[in-house]
């Protein structure tokens, strides 16, 4: 019976503990139930990817009714990946939330908050394991504003601000997602997105159909904060309570590449010709800015919270670089990298955290010394650090490698460089916390600090172990990721 | 004395409607399989029948018919009640929120299925209007009281 009903259990888990949470009032119940059941939905996630490899794609019936008329939930060798790396991140941070929230959360907001916690990954997994177009808006819609609610939840009062900043734009670009969807519909009288993606060629490119095109590729692109639709991003990241920044910067805007991904290639489909000018013409152009803007901008900033958010925004430039080029190399760079740095900007969040906990600020001039006092979470920023420069060994480094080939396998020698100037440009301003932490000597005032506690320090480091043993193990990361890169293109999963 | 203690109309009529209110929300609850109607319009207009006592009577006096923890309560309730019987379905072999195999008759399956979602929908609609309702009411008392 469970093992028939995984992919929904995958979901309805999260989802019936979420009221559980609000009604269990005490925050530790709460976190302990949240804690649990994230854990749950990633054994579930495993056995899902795992079934997925062994004998190809799963098709559930959401009661009962047959698609494409009822809602499907289909997961296949792509977003099974999706799954899995959302519902690990899920589960790291909910292990190392415990310390981190009862510090930067109000006590009587506890339970609350590990509701919302839980309606966000629903809604997050959600996105990803369903097969049904409006149920995605739907889920979008769950996880976006309950990751409203947890960014308001932040401790400076600007965090108010920021979560209603991103809600002005969040909801723009679930809107022009919904439009696009309506579209579609008027146009096929389908939900189904594969049953979408079998009609849609027979009716051509015409103008509503390029209409719904247009429409969910900037609903997607906003969503995903692509250069120049990032601006919700930065203070959203930087004023949610540290785990939360954890959470989404490593799940949010990976599962909004998924939902391009899967609009782009199995609905439209890869020989869709405005998708392919779309990509060529607009998507690489604009993500190769986003790597090097961003990145020197990210150099600028004092605040190291708000200088990994906008690292995330070039760092989602090298997904949407290799997305953008639309061959078999590109894809598997993109969703390599997706999940490449899911692993490493979570772990630099929760290293983040653990300073936060320890010293009340993230502000670059007062990590002065820290390496001497809090070696371990030090050492862990390094080695996260380098992942995101891309130093041979980490995870960054293979992901970037393959996008680097790829584009040299198109010929596109100002990508390559591109490329390669980001991970320089990263190199600064890892370097600028390095040179602070290790190298300035603690002012007299500053406050004594230890290491964090060990409940945050294990989770942190699970992820920052994680991406150095994914640069040197990767037939999970790469392996999959080019499984799904030619199952997207039309290969077999 | 507050100046709706004033408006005798008004306090009676509300006094006269909101039973009825309340029993049309039911009637279009328990209707809403066979007719116009469902959860979600039933819990608004259930809702709407508590927002009219606290606007006519005042927060205090519909705090105490619904006191705010207890539709808290009730809010949850209602959603583990549709996700609940989406996870009894499974349990009786079909799928997740399969009615087919709630009775031994899909079609009373369908039935008693989509009955008790729908309840559950109401449930929550109403007690989240009601909470929506108390949480912008009781910060303009809150304001109020320390201005």
């Known amino acids: 019976m469970i093992a028939a009903n995984l992919p929904a259990l995958q979901i309805v888990l999260p989802l019936i503990a979420a009221p559980l949470c609000l009604l269990l009032r005490r925050g530790n119940l709460a976190w302990a139930l949240a804690l649990f059941v994230s854990l749950a939905a990633f054994a579930i996630a495993v056995a899902l990817l795992t079934q997925v490899l062994d004998s190809g794609a799963i098709s559930y019936e959401l009661g009962g009714w047959a698609p494409p008329w009822g809602i499907e939930y289909r997961v296949d060798v792509l977003n099974a990946f999706v799954l899995l790396i959302v519902a690990a991140i899920g589960a790291v941070v909910l292990a190392y939330a415990r310390r981190s929230v009862a510090q930067e959360v109000p006590t009587s907001q506890h339970s609350g908050f590990y509701t919302a916690f839980l309606l966000c990954l629903t809604g997050l997994l959600g996105v990803a394991i369903t097969g049904d177009a409006f149920n995605l808006f739907v889920f979008l819609e769950i996880s976006s504003l309950s990751s409203y609610v947890l960014i308001s939840m932040g401790r400076d009062r600007r965090a108010l601000t920021a979560a209603f900043q991103y809600l002005v734009m969040g909801t723009i670009g679930a809107t022009f997602i919904v439009i696009g969807i309506g579209l579609l519909y008027m146009s096929t009288g389908t939900l189904n997105m594969a049953d979408l993606g079998a009609r849609l060629p027979a009716i051509g490119a015409n103008r509503t159909v390029l209409a719904a095109f247009a429409f969910l590729t900037v609903g997607a692109t906003i969503k995903l904060a692509l250069f120049p639709l990032h601006f919700w991003l930065p203070n959203a990241y930087a004023y949610a309570p540290s785990a939360v920044t954890a959470f989404l910067a490593s799940t949010a805007t990976k599962v909004s590449i998924y939902i391009l991904l899967r609009f782009f290639f199995t609905v439209f489909g890869p020989t869709f010709e405005a998708e392919e000018i779309t990509l060529n013409n607009l998507v690489v152009p604009l993500a190769t800015i986003a790597v090097l803007v961003c990145s020197t901008v990210a150099i600028y900033q004092g605040n190291v919270k708000r200088m990994l958010a906008y690292s995330s925004i070039a760092q989602i430039g090298y997904m949407m670089i290799g997305i953008g080029f639309g061959t078999v190399t590109g894809l598997t760079a993109g969703i390599a990298h997706l999940f490449n740095h899911a692993v490493t900007k979570g772990g630099l969040f929760l290293v983040l955290g653990c300073i936060v906990w320890r010293i009340g600020s993230c502000r670059l001039g007062d990590l002065a010394g820290l390496g001497r006092r809090m070696p371990l979470t030090m050492f862990a920023f390094v080695l996260g650090g380098l992942s995101l420069i891309g130093v041979p060994l980490t995870a960054g480094f293979v992901s970037k490698w393959v996008l680097v080939q790829a584009a040299i396998e198109q010929g596109n020698w100002l990508v390559a460089v591109a490329i390669l100037a980001g991970s320089l440009l990263a190199l600064i301003y890892v370097w600028r916390v390095v040179e602070v932490a290790y190298l300035r000597p603690a002012p007299d005032s500053a406050p004594e600090a230890a290491e964090a506690p060990w409940s945050m320090l294990i989770p942190a480091w699970i992820l920052i172990g994680a991406s150095i043993y994914f640069g040197v193990e990767t037939s999970l990361s790469l392996g999959v990721a080019e499984a799904a890169a030619r199952f997207l293109l039309g290969g077999a999963g | ?147």
């Open chain 2, 1 to 147: 004395m507050p100046m709706i203690q004033r408006h005798s109309i008004l306090r009676v009529t509300t006094k006269l409607l909101t039973p009825f209110i309340l029993m049309f929300a039911l009637y279009v609850q328990f209707h809403g399989d066979f007719g116009p109607g469902g959860g979600f319009q039933a819990g608004v207009i259930f809702g709407a029948g508590f927002i009219l006592y606290a606007l006519i009577y005042g927060i205090e006096a519909a705090e105490k018919v619904a006191p705010p923890g207890i539709i808290r309560v009730v809010m949850t309730l209602g959603l583990l009640l549709y996700i609940g019987v989406g996870y009894f379905g499974m349990f009786l072999g079909g799928a997740f929120l399969d009615y087919n195999v709630l009775r031994q008759d899909p079609v009373q399956g369908q039935h008693l299925g989509i009955t008790l979602v729908e309840l559950g929908v109401g449930t929550t609609v109403a007690a989240t209007m009601i909470t929506i309702f108390f949480s912008f009411a009781g910060r303009m008392r809150r304001a109020g009281r320390s201005g």
